[in-house]
């Protein structure tokens, strides 16, 4: 099924920046939305509006950290739709902060949300798209996948870890297509999670250079449309006033 239109897709972190963003945009190009997150109450509004521009749209409250959650997430789009045409594993956190501060709780939770949650996400479409012969997976990664910086260590390696579990995803499935998306500085709530003062003060400065969370739902937008022999492996979206 070439372009967006009639696809299912659905989207992990739905319910803010680029998982929002993108749910918006697909629905408006003709998809037929799925959206998970952990916050039911911004979903159901985001659905409310979806639906009031004459799109799309299916919720249901998900934590990707367990398995269940995403699995009835995907269930809830093939019983609804009658298959999954495409899975966007967008749901991540990013509490940075110096190793010698030892947050090993966040370390945990960025480990459990930025891989496990991807590894839940495939793990409950694989099977589904395997029997279709066809199917997506676009797994939102970071410019942290390819560029380490201080107090950034634990996250990077959790995105680094999104880029290897892709390409290997890709490399043993020639039926369905896998891209990785890899942000650099995006508007979004992601920051929020910080808690070291130095890590906040930091990315305050860093953000001020900050591109919308719509240019990153093109991208992902772009990967999807393009015709079933096309596989758009990896799109890496910067500003344009990024140096590094």
């Avoid at 942000?183 to 953000?207: C, F, H, K, W």
Wanted: charged fraction near 25%; glycine fraction near 8%.
């Amino acid at each position: 099924m070439p372009g967006i239109e009639g696809k299912v897709v659905v989207i992990t972190g739905a319910s803010s920046g680029i998982g929002e963003a993108a749910a918006r945009l697909l629905a408006r190009r003709g998809a037929r939305v799925v959206m998970g997150a952990r916050r039911a109450d911004r979903l159901e509004k985001l659905a409310s509006a979806i639906r009031a521009e004459g799109g799309t749209a299916e919720v249901r409250a998900v934590d990707v950290t367990k398995r269940k959650d995403v699995d009835d997430l995907v269930k809830l789009a093939q019983t609804t739709f009658g298959r999954v045409d495409v899975i966007v594993n967008n749901a991540g956190v990013m509490p940075l902060s110096p190793l010698s501060s030892l947050k090993v709780e966040e370390w945990d939770r960025m480990i459990d949300v930025n891989i496990r949650g991807v590894l839940h996400g495939i793990a409950a479409g694989l099977p589904i798209m395997k029997a279709q012969g066809h199917g997506q997976f676009v797994n939102v990664a970071s410019i942290g996948a390819h560029l380490v910086v201080p107090t950034a260590a634990v996250y990077c390696a959790t995105k680094y870890a999104v880029w290897a579990i892709s390409e290997g995803l890709r490399q043993e499935s020639s039926d369905i297509r896998v891209t990785v998306i890899s942000p650099g500085v995006t508007e979004s709530e992601l920051a929020d999670t910080i808690t070291d003062d130095s890590a906040r003060q930091m990315m305050n400065d860093y953000r001020k250079i900050a591109i919308s969370s719509d240019s990153i739902a093109r991208a992902i937008a772009f990967a999807i449309e393009q015709p079933a022999d096309v596989d758009v492996n990896e799109i890496v979206v910067r500003p344009t006033a990024t140096t590094g």
